[in-house]
């Protein structure tokens, strides 16, 4: 994990601060690496008491600054961990990257990496190498020209190679040597991608909605345990009062509720923001949930949830529903009090069936869609009510 939190130019150098934490492991050394050219680097290991409070101790010397040879960076940090390995940092902006090669395919599938990059017209590759560090890693991999290929009249560069046993896909940097020996480097390549996304930005939209409102607010999380340890917390600002509600105990739970009786726990009219993130699948009503968040929240009180419009079936028997763009109307409308701000749809995907028929041959232009999102806001208030008892719907229990 880590994070700039500055990069300030000067004359003929760079100043960038900021943090980086790895549990567990601890940088030796730290280098810029730009074109090939390497320049070591002082500066890491400066007091982070800020980040003791959501790593641990471990993580109270994890902020750097480095002054960089060059008035306009566009290479790399390099952080070199002293049990191997290391993390990169990328200085220049995805934008400039993307500008020259884009990804189009990137996948791990049997043992394999598949990747298609879009190459703008003239650009000449020598060679690539993939790694989940930097290119000099003992686990880095080489392929050279005459082990990738271009689709026909084309400029899509294809790319397979076997995988290291312990490689995760997010993990995974690329870089692009060119003929003329500079280096494009492509990181966080699934992650990044999705940035472009409409339906990502709208959480994004959430959270800086959040941070303009100078007033405190009181907002909840629904579906907020920490199953996979992963919070949103560090993304609400401090001034901000934060409630957690989950179906069972947990971490990062304040309020154990059932989402379809919010209700009955907390006050009405209170909430000035709701949200909720791979939660609304596993809502059996979500319906009746739309109006439980009505009687809780606000007028003017906005929400924003994240769902999937097409996603493997999990957590059954608790996995009831998928959301296209327009579904979202059928739920958070003028009679269950609610204007829908924006909703979208991304993370482009396909489906392949197993067994196919000529039914499930879908055509290469046939798409689904992994991420379904939408931002609401509380317009009034609801007469409507679903008074369906759970135990009629619930077959078995939460899993946990």
Known sequence: M????????????????????????????????ENGKRFALRGYGKSSADLVKFYGEDAA???????????????YLVFKYKSGGSTVIPLVSRSESQNQITARTHQFFNGRYFGRFELVEGLKVKM?????????????????????????????????????????????????????KTVIC???????????????????????WLESRDESLT??????????????????????????????????????????????????NSIDAVFGVSVFEHLAMPWKVAIELNTIMRMGARGMFVTHQAWPLHDDPFDFWRYSKDSWHA???????????????GDRAQIFAELQTQDTFFPSDCFCYL??????????????????????????????
């Open 61 to 75: 010397k994890c902020r750097f600054e480095f002054l960089i040879p060059r008035a306009n960076p566009k290479g």
């Open 186 to 208: 492509l990181f966080d390549v699934g992650k990044s991608g999705r940035k472009d996304s409409q339906a990502f930005k709208i959480e994004d939209d959430f959270f800086s």
């Open 2 to 33: 880590y994070h700039v939190d500055e990069v300030k130019k000067g004359v003929g150098e760079t100043r960038v601060t900021g943090w980086l934490y790895e549990n567990g492991k601890s940088v030796s050394r730290c280098r810029y690496e």
């Open 219 to 268: 907002l909840v999380e629904i579906g907020s345990r920490a199953r996979s340890g992963n919070t949103f917390r560090d993304r609400i600002p401090g001034r901000h009062q934060f409630v957690g509600v989950d179906l069972m105990e947990g971490t990062n739970v304040d309020v154990v509720a059932d989402a379809h009786s919010l209700s009955l726990q907390i006050e009405h």
């Open 371 to 400: 991420v379904s999102s939408v931002l609401i806001e509380k317009t009034s208030d609801t007469e409507l009510s679903w008074d369906v008892p759970l135990d009629e719907i619930y077959q078995g229990e939460y899993p946990e």
């Open 128 to 180: 690539v190498i993939l790694s989940t560090g930097a290119p000099d890693d003992p686990n880095a991999l080489l392929i050279k020209k005459k082990q990738f290929r271009f689709e026909p009249n084309s400029n899509i560069l294809c790319l397979s190679s076997g995988l290291r046993a312990d490689w995760r896909i997010d993990d995974l940097n690329i870089f692009f040597t060119l003929n003329d």
């Open 331 to 345: 739920i958070f409308n003028r009679s269950s009090g609610f204007k829908i701000i924006e909703a979208a749809i």
